[in-house]
């Protein structure tokens, strides 16, 4: 975490930086959260983000107590006081301080910027390699702070020498990953599920690209079988962009490292973020 963050109001030294003991994401894992880059001092996509971020909140039943510009505000301030270019910033709203242990009464807002650093390079060529694992996503649509199973399951990932898991769902379709959305092509085609998955931002705009580079997209469940079929696959967040996936569960997906589509996504995705770092 960089030097200075925002608590409530209040821009601080982050040693000082502190939640009362209460707290419902400490007592209960009541909370939302959203993360965005800084690129070149600004926020990419911003209002996708704080568009999402409202949502989640919404969807906990947390007001929060900034509006849009209030929030871009804070995010402004905390650019400069740290002296950012490249960097990313995580607001957190928790579930407040709660007497009985239970009830939210009144949110805590946290602005917190980061460093970054990229996932390695060579993860783009190879791809990474995905475990797969039963888990559904209690709230799908909402970017909450519960990330149990993905921390949970973190030694058994290296156990199988993967980098991600990949959620399978009850009747057996591929999800999402823990912090990414994910895609497969079939015959030329980019697939992803849209039902009871996290609407990333970064996946909103890998589809107008994939659109407006003439590859066709459906947005539709994918099951097990047609990832293990699939010519490739993808997973993409804020933090990697598209990434292609290698092998699942040591099996290789098409060729095993990036495919055409998945290449011509990369190249267009570096492209898009270079030009316009904001996002527009
Ligand atoms: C944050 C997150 C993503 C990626 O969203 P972006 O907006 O692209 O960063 C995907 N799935 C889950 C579960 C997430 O938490």
Sequence with gaps: MLATVYLNGEYLPAEQARLHVSDL?????????????????????VDDHLHRFRNSADGLHLP???????????????????DMDAGGIRCVLTGGYADDG???????????????????????????????????RQLPRVKSIDYIEGIRIQPLLRERGAQYPLYVDRSGN???????????VAGGTLVTPVDDVLLGVTRKHLLALATKLGIPV?????????????????????????????????QP????????VT???????????QESPAGA
């Design 253 to 260: 997906i098409g060729g095993g490292g990036a495919g055409a």
């Design 263 to 273: 290449r011509r996504l990369m190249a267009a995705w570096r492209a898009y973020t």
């Design 64 to 82: 929060l107590p900034l509006d849009d510009a209030g929030l871009r505000g804070v995010i402004t301030e905390l650019v400069a006081r740290n």
């Design 25 to 45: 994401s400490i007592l209960r894992g009541y909370g939302v959260f959203d993360y965005f880059r800084i690129v070149d001092g600004h926020p990419r996509f």
């Design 102 to 136: 239970y009830t939210p009464a009144s949110p805590n807002l946290l602005v917190l910027p980061y460093g970054f650093t990229p996932p390695a390079e060579h993860y783009y060529e190879e791809g990474c390699a995905a475990m797969l694992h039963p888990y559904e």
């Design 174 to 184: 591929v999800r999402e990953s823990d912090r990414s959305n994910f895609f497969i």
């Design 218 to 250: 459906e947005e539709r469940p994918v099951p097990t079988d047609e990832l293990l079929a699939a010519d490739e696959a993808i997973i993409c967040s804020s933090i990697k962009g598209p990434m292609p996936i290698g092998r699942v569960d040591g």
